[in-house]
């Protein structure tokens, strides 16, 4: 797969606050990435830096595999790194046209981004008149102009209100199933888990895991099951080897795994030791518990 953007050891400074320590990952094609991490954690410097607007202190990044400069490079690069601005008093049709001027694009692609995002409609209506939704989604339309190979957006929800954040959302998923790379950074973990395929977790600068949102926890998942005879239940699930610990909670019993067991094993097992569950679910604990037993970690 086609690498868009390596970044190896990357450390930053502040004075003395370091910001970023020895932050390495990769950005391949047609993937969902995002960097999450509490407020502080150096997101946005990491952004800054690798779109040439933040010096680094050491490290290395480089674009497309090293094949062209930074600034040949980052015209391929859609990013939204601050609130949108715009000319209040020109339209959203105007403003999109003044930015195909400037970047010599076709002033066709203004229709076709203005749809994209859902303002066909109000194209002819003052950005100051705009929600902030809105500008936010106008600032998305001409971060995709020049059809970028990717899109990197800091903190896309930031200030939302809820119908708001669903509508970039949306928008954000549309644009990476039709193949545009996605770069975003957040600290809400919901966003990433709904909008991501691949999560880097940044706390204090350091990376604490970079791999696919559903691989984040090592652990295999639990099951909740319940039976008439509790205390026999919980007998008889401990002599099975997956088994790591059972816990009692609410009259339900929490079996805990150190291997991969499905639910329709766990039940034939149970089914010829003469037990018959009433209740029988396989979960996996949320991204929200996995982040914290992350972050605890440490
Ligand atoms: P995030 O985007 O994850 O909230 P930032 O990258 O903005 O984090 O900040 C990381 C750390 O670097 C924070 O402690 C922040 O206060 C500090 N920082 C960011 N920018 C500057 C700056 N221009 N000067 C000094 N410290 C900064
Ligand atoms: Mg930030």
């Not at 709904?194 to 099951?223: I, P, R, W």
């Not at 997956?242 to 909670?249: C, L, P, S, Y």
Request: net charge positive; glycine share 8%; hydrophobic share 40%.
């Amino acid at each position: 797969m086609e690498t868009i953007l390596s970044v190896k050891n990357l450390n930053k400074r502040y004075g003395a606050l370091q910001a970023l320590k020895n932050v390495s990952f990769e950005i391949k094609k047609g993937n969902v990435y995002g960097i999450l991490g509490p407020n502080g954690s150096g997101k946005s410097t990491t952004l800054g830096i690798a779109l040439n607007v933040v010096n680094k202190t050491s490290g290395e990044y480089s674009w497309f595999g090293g094949t062209m400069e930074t600034h040949q490079a980052l015209k391929k690069v859609g990013a939204i790194i601050e609130r949108p601005n715009f000319y209040p008093y020109m339209t959203a049709k105007e403003n999109l046209e003044l930015v195909c001027k400037i970047k010599g694009i076709n002033y066709a692609k203004v229709n076709e981004k203005l749809e994209l995002v859902g303002l066909t409609d109000r194209q002819n209506s003052k950005f100051s008149t705009f929600s902030l939704g809105m500008k936010q989604r106008l600032a998305i339309a001409s971060a995709l102009l020049n059809d970028p190979e990717i899109l990197i957006l800091d903190e896309p929800t930031n200030g939302l209100d809820p119908q708001g954040i669903h509508q970039i959302r949306d928008i954000i998923k549309q644009i990476a199933s039709k193949g545009t790379t996605i770069l975003l950074a957040s600290h809400l973990l919901d966003e990433v888990e709904k909008v991501c395929t691949h999560v880097l977790v940044l706390q204090k600068g350091v990376v604490l895991y970079t791999g696919l949102v559903d691989g984040m926890s090592a652990n295999e998942g639990f099951f909740e099951v319940e039976a008439d005879d509790i205390p026999n239940l919980m007998m008889v699930i401990n002599t099975h080897p997956a088994t790591k610990n059972i816990v009692q909670e609410q009259g339900k019993v929490l079996v805990y795994l150190k291997e991969n067991l499905e639910a329709k094993e766990l039940n034939r097992f149970l089914f010829e030791k003469n037990i018959v569950l009433n209740h029988l679910v396989k979960r996996k604990n949320s991204l929200e518990e996995q982040f914290l037993e992350l972050t605890q970690k440490k």
